[in-house]
């Protein structure tokens, strides 16, 4: 079946620095959403991305989808203590299913 | 948040016995869906349902039942639980196939 690795697993980092996790599929995916869990919390979604070479932008995160759609990434800038947390993404298995990658875990050194 | 809510919200129990877990939404949204959190493993899906009484099953779903009399009720039943299932379980709710939102989640520990 589909499978979406997603890497780095653990990210520690200063306040302020720069961030990003990737993405990969092992198939083509029609979207990818992305999903923030904050520690003790739920997934809470953040973002979809449908089209091929997509990039969007919401304040600090910058999201895109590969040419190919196999594969994103979820770039933030400049680091704050808020953003500490885990970040999931997630590509649709057939239409009605969802196939998480392992997350990424950020944490920030204030 | 989404109106979804999850009972109970912790739960002990012992190996063998049956546990059901329920998801319930305020939302009126068509699918409904149940994932076990594991560390290493991110979200996995159980089951799913995409109407009153339609489920199918997701990657993990051996030793796991659903049932959804209901829109706004979907449980999900252990029906002989092992130390394996010892997991974070989350419900998700989606009215279409874009964004899931997901519930408060349920901590279940088997002894």
């Known amino acids: 079946g589909q499978q979406v690795m997603q890497i780095p697993q653990y990210q520690h980092v200063q306040e302020g620095e720069d961030f990003t996790t990737y993405c990969n599929s092992s198939?083509?995916?029609?979207?990818i959403q992305w999903y923030k869990q904050r520690p003790g919390g739920h997934p809470v979604f953040l973002i979809q991305l449908v089209k091929s070479g997509e990039v969007k932008k919401q304040k600090r995160l910058t999201f895109q989808f590969g040419e190919a759609k196999k594969n994103s990434s979820l770039h933030i800038t400049a680091t704050q203590t808020t953003d500490v947390g885990t970040y999931f993404c997630a590509g649709h298995q057939g239409a009605q299913k969802l196939v998480f990658g392992q997350g990424t875990r950020l944490t920030i050194n204030p | 948040d989404a109106g979804i809510t999850q009972s109970p919200r912790h739960k002990v129990t012992e190996t063998g016995t049956p546990v059901t877990l329920r998801c319930h939404q305020t939302e009126n949204h068509r699918y409904m869906y149940w994932y076990r959190q594991d560390p290493g493993h991110g979200l996995r899906l159980i089951h799913y349902?995409?109407?009153?009484?339609?489920?199918d099953k997701g990657e993990v779903s051996d030793g796991y039942s659903v049932s959804r009399s209901k829109t706004e009720d979907f449980l999900l039943t252990l029906e002989s639980a092992t130390s394996s299932q010892t997991s974070v379980y989350f419900c998700?709710?989606?009215?279409?196939?874009?964004?899931?939102?997901f519930g408060p989640g349920t901590r279940l520990t088997v002894t």
């Open positions: 998700a709710i989606s009215e279409t196939l874009s964004e899931q939102y």
């Open positions: 198939t083509t995916l029609s979207n």
């Open positions: 349902s995409y109407g009153v009484k339609d489920t």
